[in-house]
């Protein structure tokens, strides 16, 4: 499905992803770990297609399209859903016309029917029981004044609402109590199916308790030193992030 | 003095023959040699060179005439959903063959009704556009609601113009209202001429106690427009008065629109929104003076500015000694789309009482980009998710129109100016 090859980018001419590769087949589920800027949340980013980051080198190829040529609305389109680490607040935009403009354009792009508004409607209602949003919620500016738990999980509703092909969940548990936590892992497991993928991006083992992932892979100085199954997160997790630092500053200086 | 002052061609106006009202035109007149025109160090004119720009665009100052209107042109012309009174101007001068006929309140010619004070509310001693048009206005509108009459249907005023390059356009308006009164009005401009022409207007309202006004503004007459407007009102014990203005052309605007809240528990209301693109200048002076206890005001003007456009907001709060326990709120916010457009924004609160809640805010900025790209990764594209937030932040403004047929249409404007290109 998705396939990153050799992927360099900067971000105001300093460096940050400096040769990632990573292949990823429909049904699975990647963690991305690593220590503070290590780069994971800029990965996140230039798949989605933040126009600040600048790809220098390298590809990715999504189900055989050339990702990096698509803006950022047409990566969308074709599948591919960022669940932001910090949600963007919009006041004065409703949460339900935005997502009904989202989704009918969504639609019209891969060629189906606008939704009508009991349709939407009824989209909504079943979505919104996966993440256990409040309707009252969805009446409101767009995550104006939420708190970060309802953010996070109006983030998982969004993309419950777009089925997207590639999930990639940004740092979507920080911030988050147990019971947030569990609800919006449970949002997220519920919404897997052999057709599609998720890369989940984070820092802590904990949420991986809850989103099994098929495999881990540790991020350090934009490249992945080190790549295992969800064993290697629980071994981060006891012995923390210092001895793949060392491993990898001794190859260098070597 | 000026030195720009009966040697301009805009100046030179000021010795036009207009009959009746002859002491407050002479005091006009008076008013008018010592303001002068606005130079480039007229503080109040200083982001909007006014005179520059009437010499520049005016060749043979001259005023201009009324013309017929038909029934067809105002029923062709009126919004869709309206359906209240219309009160129709040619060039400025009313039009009563094709004006609704209101029962229960009284309107006719100023030159009618000649004890009206004019110029006491709205004094041409704080405007020398006032001053001109007091001195040398025709055709003026005088419009009486007697006290507890509440008009359930909206007065529009459609004003017609029609003319010759040059011609200038002097409407006035005396709107008195009764104790109890309540009433809405509504301003729409047609421009059926492609040449610059220059509007100088003067709406003087005088409200009794616990009256209740609402005054909208829609300015779309295209980019021929040079107009300055003065629009005053006073306030009363226990009356509201509400005004919105929305901005959406014009080659240069100059509104200023004044309350003075002369009693306690009044409450005055100003809101705007601009639009502009091109080379278009609209600059919104206000101002609110709080003479007494217990008042309050709200302001709240928006702006979205492309091109090469400039937008001037100086909102004055005056709050007088005796005018303890006053609330004022402003706030100016404007979006930038372009590197070329300018705005010059300047609260101005002069508060000599100790025990009032005074605000006021402003910004500039730009789009917020993470908001473009947060709606872009939902699969909206960017041309709409742009739509959307400029939308979003007008929204604030054409929320306070509680005309709903005349919201719906200015908010279908807006959103077709925001939807395409601004």
């Given at each position: 499905m998705l396939s990153i090859k050799n992927l360099h980018a900067s971000i105001e001419g300093t460096p940050i992803l400096r040769g990632i590769n990573l292949e990823i087949k429909a049904g699975e589920v990647h963690a991305i770990m690593g220590p503070n800027g290590s780069g994971k949340s800029t990965l996140a980013s230039v798949l989605a297609g933040r126009e600040e980051y600048e790809v220098t080198d390298g590809e990715v190829i999504f189900n055989g399209k050339d990702l990096l040529e698509y803006s950022p609305e047409d990566r969308a389109r074709e599948g591919v859903f960022l669940a932001f680490q910090y949600p963007v607040e919009i006041p004065g935009v409703s949460s339900t016309n935005f997502l009904r403009t989202a989704v009918n354009q969504v639609r019209e792009y891969r060629g189906l029917d606008p939704l009508d508004a009991v349709k939407f409607l009824t989209l909504m209602k079943e979505k919104m029981k996966l993440v256990e949003i409040d309707q009252k919620l969805l009446s409101r500016s767009l995550n104006e004044g939420f708190s970060g738990g309802e953010k996070k999980r109006n983030e998982i509703f969004q993309m419950a609402m777009l089925e997207p092909k590639l999930s990639i969940l940004d740092e979507t548990d920080s911030g988050l109590d147990i019971d947030a936590l569990k609800i919006v892992s449970n949002g997220v497991n519920q919404l897997k199916s052999k057709d599609n993928a998720t890369i989940v991006v984070t820092h802590y083992q904990r949420l991986l308790d809850y989103i099994v992932p098929d495999y881990v892979h540790v991020l350090y100085k934009g490249r992945i030193v080190k790549s295992g199954t969800k064993e290697l997160a629980l071994e981060l997790e006891e012995k923390g992030y210092d001895w793949i630092k060392e491993a990898v500053d001794s190859e260098a200086t070597v | 003095m000026s030195t720009l002052t009966k040697q301009t061609k805009i100046g030179s106006l000021i010795d036009f023959p207009a009959k009746g009202f002859e002491a407050a035109r002479s005091q006009a007149k008076e008013a008018f040699e010592i303001q002068g025109l606005p130079g480039t160090k007229t503080e109040e004119y200083k982001f909007t060179a006014i005179t520059k720009k009437l010499e520049q665009q005016l060749n043979d100052v001259t005023m201009a005439e009324p013309f017929e209107v038909t029934p067809d042109m105002v029923n062709s012309n009126l919004f869709k959903g309206f359906d209240g009174d219309v009160l129709v101007f040619a060039n400025g001068h009313f039009q009563a063959n094709v004006s609704s006929q209101i029962e229960g309140i009284e309107i006719s010619l100023l030159s009618n009704n000649s004890d009206t004070p004019i110029g006491k509310i709205a004094k041409p001693e704080k405007d020398v556009f006032c001053a001109i048009n007091q001195a040398t206005f025709t055709g003026g509108l005088f419009i009486s609601i007697p006290k507890k009459i509440q008009l359930e249907k909206t007065i529009l005023f459609m004003n017609f113009t029609k003319i010759s390059a040059g011609q200038v356009i002097q409407p006035r308006i005396w709107i008195e209202a009764g104790d109890f009164a309540e009433a809405t009005f509504i301003e729409q401009a047609i421009n059926l001429t492609d040449v610059t022409f220059f509007v100088n207007k003067v709406v003087e309202i005088k409200g009794g106690h616990n009256t209740h006004l609402h005054y909208y503004r829609l300015?779309?007459?295209?980019?021929n427009a040079i107009e300055v407007s003065n629009i005053e009102t006073d306030i009363q014990q226990d009356s509201t008065f509400s005004s919105v203005v929305i901005s959406l052309s014009g080659e240069m605007v100059r509104n200023n629109l004044s309350l003075n809240l002369l009693g306690s528990n009044s409450e005055g209301n100003m809101y705007g929104l601009y639009l502009l693109n091109g080379k278009t200048h609209v600059d919104n002076h206000t101002n609110v003076d709080h003479t007494i206890p217990h008042a309050e005001s709200n302001e709240l003007y928006k702006g979205i500015l492309a091109d090469h456009s400039r937008g001037v907001f100086n909102g004055k709060i005056f709050v007088r000694q005796d005018a303890q326990k006053t609330n004022a709120f402003q706030q100016n916010n404007n979006i930038l789309l372009s590197e070329d457009a300018v705005v010059n924004t300047k609260p101005q609160l002069e508060i000599w009482a100790d025990d009032v809640k005074c605000s006021h805010g402003c910004t500039t900025g730009q789009l917020d980009e993470e908001a473009l790209f947060y709606l872009q990764t939902r699969g909206i594209g960017k041309q709409q998710a742009k739509g959307l937030l400029l939308y979003a932040f007008a929204g604030e403004v054409l929320e306070h129109i509680k005309h709903e047929a005349f919201k719906t249409y200015c908010t279908q404007l807006v959103e077709d100016r925001l939807g395409a290109k601004l």
């Open positions: - | 300015q779309n007459e295209g980019s």
